[in-house]
């Protein structure tokens, strides 16, 4: 316990991820709800990175809805091809920002938001909604995160 503890404080963020997918796993190993499942993986990741915004948006009919998520008050719903979740929607891939200023139709939902991730969330081959992250700092996603990002998603998907 000290030792994961000591990771998550001082870790690098590949190190932070390799320990938190399996708590992730036994988290949720035997949950079959998807809203508990979501609700537990963005506070896990929350937690453990200090990201500025952690949340899911589903899919309700031609938009994304907010579903479970930590950190400040959020946009509630956002449109097919819209801002950066309504694009990573859209194309059906995950989305890297550096700098949110520079992402042509961004939603500014909050204003120290600087950078951003979506990752899509599949079930039987649709998008069912996206894994959104923030940070109130530029640059902060990179390949690292893509992969592991990605890797839990997949795990979501599977449950």
């Excluded at 709800?33 to 993986?41: G, M, P």
């Excluded at 939902?109 to 530029?138: A, R, T, Y």
């Excluded at 640059?139 to 599977?158: G, V």
Aim: charged fraction near 25%.
């Amino acid at each position: 316990m000290a030792e994961t503890l000591q990771i998550l404080l001082t870790g690098n963020k590949e190190e932070k991820y390799r320990h938190l997918i399996p708590q992730l796993e036994s988290l949720i190993g035997s949950e079959k709800d998807l809203i508990a499942n979501l609700a537990n993986t963005a506070a896990a990741l929350h937690q453990t990175f200090g990201f500025f915004w952690v949340g899911f948006y589903l899919v309700r009919e031609d938009e994304l809805v907010l579903g479970p998520f930590q950190g400040p008050i959020a946009c509630t719903r956002i449109k097919y091809g819209k801002g950066v979740c309504g694009t990573a929607w859209k194309e059906g891939k995950t989305i890297i920002v550096p700098d949110v200023e520079q992402f042509p139709g961004h939603i500014a939902c909050n204003s120290q938001s600087k950078s951003e991730i979506v990752v899509p969330l599949f079930f039987d081959g649709n998008i069912i909604g996206v894994l959104d992250i923030d940070s109130d700092c530029l640059n902060s996603f990179d390949e690292t995160d893509r992969f592991y990002l990605e890797k839990i998603c997949d795990f979501l998907e599977r449950k």
